[in-house]
């Protein structure tokens, strides 16, 4: 069988009881993305969410249980893998993340020759703000990682990523599932794999539905949690791109 070339860009957009917004957010992905196939990682919704996102026009993939924005990123990136996907980018399905942005953080990876592009909250563009211990944990958790990969972070903890197909093939089988593993651990993961990391700034809008899937109560152990993430992510040993250099 002739092996067919590889497919552009997988949007994957992890939802975890989103019926209110995911019809809206695969529509403006379809309509900002046209070139780009979505694929809605339903993670173990008790709503309708998947058949929403179906009807929407989205390719939906149902995970039995509630795995986290981890465990539902690492089977959208394993499902990008084995169908040839050569880069995807993550978009937060409650309407946040403006796909609109997608495009620079492509020109950046091009230029830079990236395997990781981040859309970062904090980089000059947007008003998005935090305060108190969260943006002292931010402001750390960004001067260390800068550091770790040799490049300027400013939001180390943003789910909006373009990434290439050597990030695609070391996050199928290299992705934490634990909270906040998912951003700070897997870029300790990618640099100390020789992947290239850089950050575009991007705004962020205000969800466009639904409820935040983190408490007043979880926010507030932000700053341990974060900083558990931090300690665990430099303590792994180094990690290689699977099976070397992807061709």
């Known amino acids: 069988m002739q092996h067919q070339p590889p497919r552009r860009l997988l949007a994957i957009v992890p939802a975890w009881n989103e019926q209110a917004t995911i019809a809206s957010v695969v529509a403006e992905v379809r309509r900002t993305l046209p070139d780009a196939d979505v694929l809605v990682v339903n993670d173990g919704s008790t709503d309708d969410t998947s058949a929403i996102a179906r009807a929407a026009g989205a390719t939906v993939l149902d995970l039995p249980v509630n795995l986290g924005v981890g465990g539902a990123m690492r089977a ?5 893998y084995r169908a040839d996907y050569d880069r995807t980018v993550q978009l937060d399905a409650d309407g946040q993340h403006d ?19 981040i859309g970062a909250r904090f980089a000059g563009v947007g008003d998005y703000t ?44 290299n992705y934490p599932a634990e909270y906040l ?21 991007v705004a962020m809008r205000p969800r466009a539905g639904g409820r935040p899937s983190h408490s007043p109560v979880k926010a507030a152990v932000f700053l341990g949690r974060a900083v558990l993430a931090l300690v665990v992510a430099l303590s792994r040993p180094r990690e290689p791109v699977p099976g070397g250099p992807d061709a």
Do not use: H, N
Not at 76 to 80: F, L, P, R, S
């Open 76 to 80: 959208g990136y394993t499902y990008a």
């Open 130 to 173: 935090v305060r108190g211990p969260r943006r002292w944990t931010m402001r750390l958790l960004s001067a260390v990682l800068s550091r770790v990969t040799g490049t300027r972070l400013t939001d180390t903890t943003s789910g909006l990523k373009l990434c290439a197909r050597p990030a695609i093939r070391l996050f199928t089988s």
């Open 181 to 201: 593993g998912d951003t700070i651990e897997s870029i300790v993961i990618a640099s100390r794999a020789g992947l290239r990391i850089r950050q575009v700034g």
């Open 99 to 117: 796909p609109g942005g997608v495009a620079e953080l492509a020109r950046v990876m091009d230029a830079e020759a990236a395997d990781i592009v």
